[in-house]
């Protein structure tokens, strides 16, 4: 029985420890999973023909006549949507309509001063007009602003009571009688009523409208280069296609619950009116309105993207990340490795050597966050003055930071390496008569390179992800790309950190988000698949040996 | 100096040093000029690093030293009013930022140091070696993923997690924190941990295995005593790893300054000492007090991860010390 109950508590052992292991095993898949799954999606996606009018239009990407030929199709179907949104929208949306009665009047005031200085009329004349013009305007204001179909009907009489009036004939006055004649077979034909009930949903499908298929042409563009295109692509444009079907609205269910999300159909709710046709129409053609296609985007790594990342990709935080590791490393690695070579080959125990190594391990153990504040501090605020160079953060503080940061892992894996050469090598080539610093060079070096190599790896692998650092010494969220090394530049690090919790506009497309940091995690990855098998390979050999 | 050798006259002869193998420094001036330059010059390339950390202790206190001496060293570390960026009355009370950094520790220390050291047990004991050559690895990845993709993670995958399926109010919190920071401290305390095992020797476990004692005896009771010294060694700079770590706990810790009430309630936001610097450093006025007084928590900071480095170290020599007198 007892034995039996060791054997048990054995197996439970070997069970647990190796449910440990699982489980940081299955903490790798859960967290590299999300990340690279939708992080791919930043290149591999399906692409709509907004997104290839992007590319053509930024880049002069992809063939002009198929894209002209695809957008005039896209066009074509399309144009029902609009019409039928459009003719909606009359006695309903008349922010527009509103807009352009007063722009009229304004131009009508300047014809006015015009013709008062060509002495065409007395100014006393020219007020009485203005006040006439002043009136007009109002009233049709009014007819627009009400819900009341009599109302309306008063107002826009009064206007064209005018209609005849020889002193407004022929100046631009004339435009609002137009104006109050298309509005009146408006309010005979459309129930005003709806404007209520309608005015802010209709918003809110025009924008939707707007966002999924660009702006209608003719509108003029807008500056944003974020407004100048629809969904360009098609998970986007499925988002919002269900946006646009589905109405959301956060209800509440009685003090102390929580809001519950409650969705109805916008079809449901113009139901009756010839709008309600939009929404099953949008969802059945959306695929003839956008075409998408399956889209390989590996310009990602490449382009520079607009602001907030809302399109483009990450190629100036690659170059700068780049940047800053190398340069790094030009610092760390001839102090590393020399270092290293020291510790090895002439050190013994003494107690010098020991603060050195204590003084390594201490610089390892150095909170990031204080190598930034020690970066700041030192050479952005210090050594930068005293150097001349221009002030504020620069990429070659952030590289002498990160180049302190990462010291000490050189050293400790190239004395590794250094230690890991077997003695017979060195006894070989001194017993030939060469000295110790020749055998180092000539000999220790070489065969250690491969392992030196992978430290260094590592340590461009570590630099490159490090974010805090360079906070305070190198990184800017927005900015262009660097001309001189005195210049702070974006970096995948801190892009990562502030596409995720800074930028508002990116958290709109989550895909960029995901699509940055996945090209930080495959960069770091990629370095240390590399430093394995460099390893795996020498350890190989070493042992053949 | 080479030593030249000389064959003399005939082959027969061995060889035959005609002047000593080692020269003295009167006999080879410039030889002895240039090893002893040359060494020395190595040693200063090699004291870099020695450099490297008194400049920066050097330039931390400089910098903090303004606020160490106005007498508010007091209030930073016994008021938990933090209210740097008040115009007129600004409080420097950063008892909560170092109870945060405590909360978010302890926590990933909880959940890091057994699983760790069960997975340290079962690299080092239990798995074959083909296993092993598959699963350090990946271990050695999750060391190496950069720190703010941790934090990516943490903010936009698990934090929304949390709030829906948890039902808590806030899905940045210091239990989201100190699960991320788990994560990160793992591989460090595997790493040691294993090392100091696998030194324990072979015949202490045969030793265990001749009593008749299980694997699981032999491991519990005579291999993790005898390498505890490393795995204490390795408990706390994995606690080092979790202190000092800044993008995970600013990006999931939720940074509200205050201490959570009841105390054990992890699932509440907290603020760190590194998040508070990170956070806050871009914002402040270069010379003002505030920001002298995020360079005196960087220098608490800095005096906490070198205590807890000496200790480290001193640990790691003893465990090497019992290695060197087992054998």
Known sequence: MRTRLRQFGDRTFTTVSGLSVLLLTGALVVILGPLFWRGAGAVVFRGTVEFRR?????????????????????????????DLLESFAAGIDTTGLQKEARRIYRQFKTQLRNKVENIAITPEEASLLKSVGKKLRNHLLE???????????????????????????????????DMARQYLQIVITVDLTRREEYGETLNEVQEIIRELLGPRPGEPLPELSQFQYGATRWD??????????????????????????????????????????LFPMVEQNLEKMLCPQRTFYWQYFIDDSTPGHFFGGVGPEILGTLLLTLLSMVFAVPLGVTAAGYLVECA???????????????????????FGLFGLAFFVLYLQPKLGLPKGSSILAGAMTLAALVLPVLIRASEEAIRAVPRSYKEASLALGAGKFRTFVTVTLPAAAPGILTGIILSISRAAGETAPILFTAAVALGPIPETLTQPTRTLSYGSYDIAVGDRIAALVPHQQYGMVMTLIALVLVLNLAAIIIRRRLEAKLRGQ | MPNTTRQTGNASKAVDFDRPLLLTPGEDMTGYLTAAIGKTLLLAVTCASVLAVILIFVFITREAWPFLTSGSLGELLSSSNWYPAHDSAAEFGALALLAGSLYVTAGALIIAVPVGLLAAVFLSDIVPFRLRQIVKPIIELLAAIPSVAYGFFAYLVLAPWMQENLGLPSGTNALNASLILAIMAVPTIISIAEDALTAAGRELREGSYALGATRAETLIKVVIPAAHSGIIAAVILGMMRAIGETMVVWMASGNAAQVPSPWWDLSQSVRTMTATIAGEMGETVRGSQHYHCLFALGFVLLVITFTLNLIGEYFLSRARRARGGAK
């Open chain 1, 54 to 82: 992007m590319q053509y239009d930024m880049h002069g990407r992809g063939n002009k006549e198929t894209l002209n030929a695809e957008s005039d199709q896209a066009a074509h179907v399309r144009k029902d949507a609009y």
């Open chain 1, 348 to 370: 013994g125990d003494s107690r010098f050597v020991r603060v050195i190594r204590t003084c390594i391990n201490t610089l390892a153990g150095v909170p990031s966050v204080v």
């Open chain 1, 143 to 177: 007819a627009y602003e009400t819900t009341k179909p009599d109302e309306a009907k008063q107002s826009l009489d009064f206007v064209l009571k005018h209609a005849g009036d020889e002193n407004l004939a022929g100046s631009v006055a004339g435009q609002f009688f």
């Open chain 1, 236 to 277: 986007r444009a499925q988002l919002l296609l269900d946006r646009l079907v589905w109405n959301e609205e956060w209800v509440e269910q009685g003090s102390g619950k929580s809001l519950k999300k409650v969705r109805t159909k916008r079809a449901e709710q113009f139901a009756g009116t010839e709008l309600a046709g």
